[in-house]
Each structure stands twice: as C-alpha cells, then as structure tokens.
C-alpha cells in the first residue's frame, strides 16, 4: 500500500518551512524569522481573575460606517474602541483562515464581547475594560515590537486592564 495514508499515520506541514518558501516566492530576499521576545510585559496574574479587569484584542479591524473596503485596502492601524454598544460586526475579509470551512458571521466567535460581559455579570471576571482593541497582523516584526505593541499596551495600561485576551484571525 506504498502512497496511502493509514489512519494511524500523521502527515504535517511544517508552517516554517511553507512560510520561508512563501516568502521566497514573493521574491523577499531574506527568508522569514519567527518572531521571538525575550523581553515582554507578560506576568502572573496578582490577583483573583474575579477581581482582575479583562481587556479583548482582536486582528479584526473596525468598518467605517459599516461601508466594506475595497480588498486590502485597510489601514493597518492600532485601535482602540468602546465595547458599549459593542459592534455590530467587525472586518474580518483581510485576514486568512478557511473560510470554506467557517466564517466570521458571528462576532463572539472571534471578538467574545457578550461572553464577557456575562462573564462579568456571574462574577467570574471583576470588570470588562471600557474598550477592546485592534492591532494588525504585520509581516514587520520590527513594527510590531517597536510601534504596535508598545501602542497597545499603554492603551491597556490606560484602561487598567490587568489581563487581556488576544482573539487572532
């Protein structure tokens, strides 16, 4: 049975290898570099999660006026939003995932808003940050350490959020 794949048997792709391809092929010159941070604001939780304020970030991006852009035409920006009223929906086109297998018609799927409001509404977290916030996907590790990042923490330091849920498309 040379060729076929027994149930027992795994077959994977290794993302690294497919994205250096990828890259290659695009005609970048320097193969791809997974992004690694010795340095970060990550820290154990200093309290209970049901007194902890919880902040939500999304790769989604916001629509203006609920008008969808032209494909790839959206600025990648940090943002930051009020999670009252939350959106009705968020812009989801730019970003790849299996969209013959799934969708993002339903925004708790990928943005839980409701589900932690009701989190915090049974107590098991202390309060839900005023905004949830947007930051994009970049192939610039460089932008996204030193401009992105930064920007979103200080926009969590802002709201006192003391953990926070990223939701990545």
């Known amino acids: 049975m040379t060729g076929t794949i027994q149930p027992d048997q795994r077959i994977f792709v290794s993302y690294i290898d497919k994205s250096r391809e990828y890259y290659l092929a695009q005609g970048y010159s320097n193969p791809y570099r997974w992004a690694y941070n010795q340095d970060s604001p990550f820290a154990l939780l200093r309290k209970p999660l049901a ?37 009705a929906s968020l812009y989801t086109g730019h970003r790849f995932w299996d969209k013959d297998a799934t969708h993002t018609d339903d925004l708790d799927s990928f943005a839980p808003i409701h589900r932690l409001q009701e989190a915090v509404r049974s107590g098991r977290i202390g309060s839900l940050s005023p905004r949830f916030y947007g930051i994009p996907t970049e192939y610039s590790q460089r932008k996204t350490n030193q401009i992105d990042a930064p920007q979103l923490l200080q926009m969590c330091r802002e709201d006192g959020v003391d953990a926070a849920i990223l939701v990545a498309l």
């Open 51 to 87: 007194e902890a304020r919880v902040g939500l970030i999304t790769t989604a991006s916001l629509l203006d006026d609920g008008i969808e852009p032209e494909p790839f035409s959206m600025p990648k920006v940090v943002y930051a939003a009020p999670v009252e009223p939350p959106p």
